[in-house]
């Protein structure tokens, strides 16, 4: 029985370190680890998605995305047939950005941040994971080695802007409910882990190890 292929996206700023401990089982899965590229000028969120789409080599892969990497794989799977999309602390449309999101939308005030802020590893690792993150900087420099600033200025803007209104049912979504960045009161149809925060992919790795086979396995009714 050939193995069902299994491709990881990282969250905003995130190298593939993030899934380091994920362990699927070898003899079911075969896992492949996407990294993110520098957008090219001008590169709207859906043609990013493509040009990444082309980095699959195999029919039919389940994608798996935290956060950032959570929209993109839903982006993605408009240009291939895929198993399964699963996203991870992520989000299935705009309408579950909390309120600080949707008026940075409507003021445009995520402009007026000062990307060279971003390059500093203590206010990128508090954007992209949270809050609590302060006292284990050093763990997350790891985490985050995407600190290109044309990256930064794009990934940001596409984040806020991000236009999806009507989430796609086939998504599955693992959700923790102490989640900072994306809090659980606005997310809709998820499967809560609880005690999960938004850097969950990290500390509650036990967790998915154990569930992700189930859930990439069972049959949609």
């Not at 896992?31 to 957008?39: C, D, G, N, S, Y």
């Not at 950032?68 to 198993?83: C, D, H, K, P, T």
Request: overall charge positive; proline content about 4%; hydrophobic content about 45%.
């Amino acid at each position: 029985m050939s193995k069902i292929p299994v491709y990881f996206m990282p969250g905003l700023a995130a190298s593939s370190c993030i899934f380091e401990r994920i362990s699927l089982p070898s003899s079911v899965f075969e896992t492949v680890l996407l990294e993110w590229e520098i957008p090219l000028d001008h590169e709207s969120l859906t043609d990013y998605a493509r040009r990444i789409t082309e980095k699959i080599k195999h029919k039919n892969p389940v994608l798996i995305g935290v956060s950032f990497g959570g929209i993109l794989v839903q982006e993605m799977s408009r240009f291939i047939n895929v198993r399964k999309v699963i996203i991870i602390s992520s989000v299935k449309t705009n309408l579950e950005f909390p309120l600080r999101m949707k008026i940075a939308k409507t003021t445009k005030a995520y402009k007026l941040i000062p990307m060279n802020l971003f390059l500093s590893i203590e206010n990128l690792a508090k954007f992209s994971f949270g809050d609590k993150v302060s006292h284990r900087l050093k763990l997350y420099e790891k985490f985050l080695s995407v600190r290109d600033k044309r990256y930064l200025d794009w990934a940001i803007e596409q984040l806020i802007l991000w236009n999806r209104t009507e989430a796609d049912s086939n998504v599955i979504h693992i959700h923790g409910d102490a989640d900072d960045i994306f809090p659980i009161k606005y997310i809709k149809d998820c499967i809560i882990v609880k005690g999960g925060t938004h850097i969950m992919i990290l500390n509650k790795y036990r967790w998915l190890n154990e569930n992700l086979p189930k859930i990439i396995l069972e049959e949609k009714n």
